[in-house]
């Protein structure tokens, strides 16, 4: 029997659409969330340890997420009764690096058919034919993709890199910059590469106020934190 393969959307791609039942109630996404950033992502099973401390960890950063205007959307392909019953464990019972008493409020989508996970390429058979991996996409407010991280079953998320690639993104629209490698919110920015032979000249020969070039194509300039955080509504 030959293997089934699922293609997944690419960065650039419209989110795909679905209807799902979640922990909060029905949505169609993205529609539902048209005007946000949505973080949607997947986790392998209820009751499982990795996944247990990533939803804690979600749930510990929700504000964070909110004050980015970002909607957090989890995915499994457990019922809805086996999301309510996890989630109930998790506040009640579940201390963890500090965190107790978690209440996770943002939605989990059921996944039971694998309808959803099939559709972004969160089922991957190399690792599992029942279980999604740790997909996580970034969509933007047009709903497009702008991002796209995985990891395997045994390894949780970083949500120090998944908040920071979030910030990243709205920055980079903002104020129309690339960010270079590790950037943070204060570091320096890259400006859009020199369209033509003299503006090329009179950036290196620093002509261009405010701008600093290590040579003609590679031109960074200051973008204060306190400027990045009042833009990003922080």
């Not at 993205?30 to 005007?35: A, E, I, L, R």
């Not at 047009?142 to 395997?152: A, E, M, N, S």
């Not at 079953?153 to 690339?178: H, M, Y």
């Not at 570091?187 to 950036?203: E, F, L, N, Y």
Request: with cysteine; proline share 6%; charged share 25%.
């Amino acid at each position: 029997m030959e293997n089934q393969t699922t293609s997944m959307p690419r960065i650039g791609d419209r989110a795909p659409e679905f209807k799902a039942i979640t922990t909060q109630g029905d949505i169609n996404f993205p529609s539902d969330y048209t005007g946000k950033w949505v973080i949607l992502f997947s986790h392998p099973a209820d009751f499982t340890p990795v996944c247990t401390s990533e939803f804690m960890t979600f749930a510990s950063m929700a504000d964070e997420f909110e004050k980015l205007n970002t909607q957090l959307v989890g995915l499994s392909v457990d019922g809805l009764y086996s999301h309510i019953a996890w989630l109930r464990t998790i506040k009640e019972k579940i201390e963890y690096k500090g965190m107790k008493n978690i209440e996770v409020n943002f939605p989990l989508i059921e996944d039971i058919t694998m309808n959803v996970a099939n559709k972004y390429g969160m089922i991957q058979p190399g690792q599992s034919s029942t279980k999604a991996v740790r997909a996580v996409f970034f969509i933007d407010p047009k709903g497009i993709i702008r991002t796209i991280v995985y990891y395997p079953l045994e390894i949780g998320r970083n949500f120090d890199e998944l908040k920071r690639v979030l910030i990243a993104l709205q920055t980079a629209d903002n104020f129309k910059v690339a960010l270079p490698a590790d950037w943070r919110p204060g570091d320096d920015v890259i400006v859009p590469t020199a369209g033509s032979c003299g503006v090329a000249k009179d950036r290196v020969e620093g002509k261009e106020e405010g701008v600093t070039c290590h040579d003609w194509f590679f031109c960074t300039k200051k973008l204060p934190k306190d400027k990045v955080e009042d833009a990003l509504g922080k």
